[in-house]
């Protein structure tokens, strides 16, 4: 079965930046495509970003909120997938998902396994 494990949240400052890895196993990781939502107190699960497969090209994509400041990647040797975050706001606050799908994760209609979460937040 596919796992997905999330791990680098913290607590930071605005403006501090963090670094969040999902660790993937159980899938061909190359194949598919992955990305990261986040859960605000009070909040619905919201899309951050997303990368493609590498066979549809490692395309990214960004929420509006985020576009600038946060950048995913991944290391298909290591079958890892990072999301950058950099000048953090407090909005920013949430847990953070990994998520992934076959071809592309800019929503959370295909996704077909997630991770745990991690823990993000951001004081003023």
């Known amino acids: 079965q596919v796992q997905l494990v999330e791990s680098g949240g913290g607590l930071v400052q605005a403006g501090d930046s963090l670094r969040l890895s999902c660790a993937a196993s159980?899938?061909?990781?190359?194949?598919?495509?992955f990305g990261w939502f986040r859960q605000g107190p009070g909040k619905e699960r919201e899309f951050v970003g997303g990368i493609s497969s590498n066979w549809n090209g490692g395309r990214t994509v960004y929420a509006d909120s985020v576009k600038g400041r946060f950048t995913i990647s991944r290391d298909n040797a290591r079958n890892r997938v990072y999301l950058q975050m950099n000048s953090l706001k407090p909005e920013d606050t949430a847990v953070y998902y990994c998520?992934?799908?076959?071809?592309?994760?800019?929503?959370?209609?295909?996704?077909?396994?997630w991770g745990q979460g991690t823990q993000v937040t951001v004081s003023s």
């Open positions: 998520a992934t799908a076959p071809r592309m994760v800019v929503s959370t209609t295909p996704v077909d396994y």
């Open positions: 159980g899938r061909t990781f190359s194949t598919y495509g």
